[in-house]
């Protein structure tokens, strides 16, 4: 891909274990880039099996310029194709979610059914080939029913080590037999590289998150070792280590993996033991749900953690599910799409309360939307400069930064050889 000199040596001098130059944030040169070289060639998380569970069920998936529709068709496979007819390039589905027996083009009314083929049309004469002019069609991946897309034309293949690793780490919370009971778009206004950074570390939770800290315990994402926090961290291992081997022998996978920028398509997970009650990331840390999840019989199953990059985080719990997809809108918004699920069979206001489901995390993504635009504002001032990341608390920061700069190089030609030599001399 071309691009400007100034972007090349920006990619080129990037300091590791540091933020990034304010047009990282700003450009909209660095934001056409991330939508191709990352957003465009990536598994990208957009949703869960229960956004869709019967055919014709729909949701749509905003990127920038770009949108897809995710779709179930007759015989339940999820299909996702780019929401653009193939004749003057109307949308074809509107909202963020749907139900259609076919899809039909609202302008001139060509119709597709829910496998893509163009199957209807009027005035286009008798020698029109409809086989020529199906839905472009967008790669699905699913791992234990949360949904991946992927724009590229051949996307990434070590999916399969993701799904094979994943599923069994996910599986015993039955995504697929949940329903969502609760979703929330918010706005973020910052670039998306800072919804991520944010989420990446737990260095601001003590002071920013009272809701989310009564159950979080902090230690689990990153700490700077003291004589002060000596014995508390001794205890949070061993308690991390107790719980590991109590859930591991339920058939719990629970131990870390974490590959988040030793991979293209990368990620890391861990079941981490919750604080107080210990149940659920509820206000309470009690479950929020009385009927627990899949075939699951005890509360206090701790929380796992799932991470992807580019776009997503996830928490498991015995009760409910929260998942949150990071969608860019523009260099200075981005979407930030939120979802609590429960069991299928769990009935509002007997087994649950949504707002008492959603109130952790409600506060959360606020007070973090509020932190991001903090940081973009500031970003935008003559006087920033790229600061360092704590060694300690913000590791995984780093991570995603590498991993980010890794598919830039990638997608630009600019390889890390030439990043040292270029260092060195």
């Known amino acids: 891909m071309q691009i400007s000199n100034e972007m090349r040596a920006m990619i080129l001098r990037r300091r590791p274990g ?33 956004d869709i569970p019967e055919p014709g069920d729909y949701f749509t998936v905003p990127m920038a310029r770009a949108s897809v529709v995710v779709v179930r068709d007759d015989d339940m496979s999820i299909r996702a194709f780019q929401n653009v007819c193939r004749h003057r390039g109307a949308r074809l589905c509107d909202g963020h979610k749907g139900s ?5 083009c609202p302008y001139h009314q060509w119709t597709y059914d829910l496998t893509g083929n163009l199957i209807h049309t009027e005035h286009m004469g008798e020698s029109f080939d409809r086989s020529q002019f199906r839905l472009n069609m967008v790669h699905v991946g699913v791992v234990g029913g949360l949904i991946f897309i992927c724009l590229a034309d051949e996307p990434p293949t070590d999916f399969e080590d993701l799904r094979r690793e994943m599923e069994p780490y996910i599986a015993p919370h039955c995504v697929a037999d949940c329903k969502v009971a609760f ?5 973020e206004n910052g670039n998306w590289k800072l919804t991520m950074e944010n989420n990446r570390e737990c260095y601001h939770c003590k002071h920013n998150h009272p809701e989310l800290t009564i159950s979080l315990y902090e230690f689990g994402f990153g700490y700077q070792p003291s004589p002060e926090n000596a014995s508390e961290v001794q205890a949070f291992k061993d308690l991390t280590a107790q719980e590991h081997s109590r859930w591991e022998s339920c058939g719990l996978p629970s131990v870390e993996r974490e590959y988040l920028d030793t991979r293209i398509t990368a990620y890391r997970t861990e079941r981490l033991p919750l604080d107080k009650a210990g149940e659920s990331q ?28 580019p776009n997503s985080w996830h928490h498991f719990m015995s009760d409910h599910i929260v998942t949150f997809s990071v969608l860019p809108i523009d260099p200075e918004h981005t979407l930030l799409r ?6 299928k069979d769990a009935v509002e206001g007997r087994d649950y309360d949504p707002k ?24 935008q001032c003559p006087g920033y400069k790229p600061g360092p990341y704590s060694p300690f608390t913000e590791e995984l920061v780093e991570k995603f930064m590498s991993w980010y700069f890794q598919r830039l190089r990638a997608e630009t030609g600019l390889s890390s050889a030439t990043v040292t030599s270029l260092a060195s001399g």
């Open 18 to 50: 540091y933020s990034l130059e304010a047009p990282f944030y700003q450009s909209k040169e660095v934001f056409d880039l991330d939508m191709k070289a990352i957003f465009g060639r990536h598994w990208i998380y957009v949703g869960v099996e229960p």
């Open 100 to 104: 259609v027996g076919n899809i039909v």
């Open 356 to 379: 008492e489901l959603s109130a952790v995390w409600h506060a959360t993504n606020k007070q973090d939307g509020g932190l991001v635009e903090r940081t973009h504002l500031g970003a």
């Open 338 to 343: 939120t979802k609590w699920l429960v069991h």
């Open 183 to 187: 979703e929330e778009d918010l706005i």
């Open 282 to 309: 509820t206000m309470s840390s009690k479950v929020a749900c009385q009927r627990l999840l899949g075939d699951l019989t005890q509360r206090n199953l701790g929380g796992l953690s799932f991470w992807t990059q």
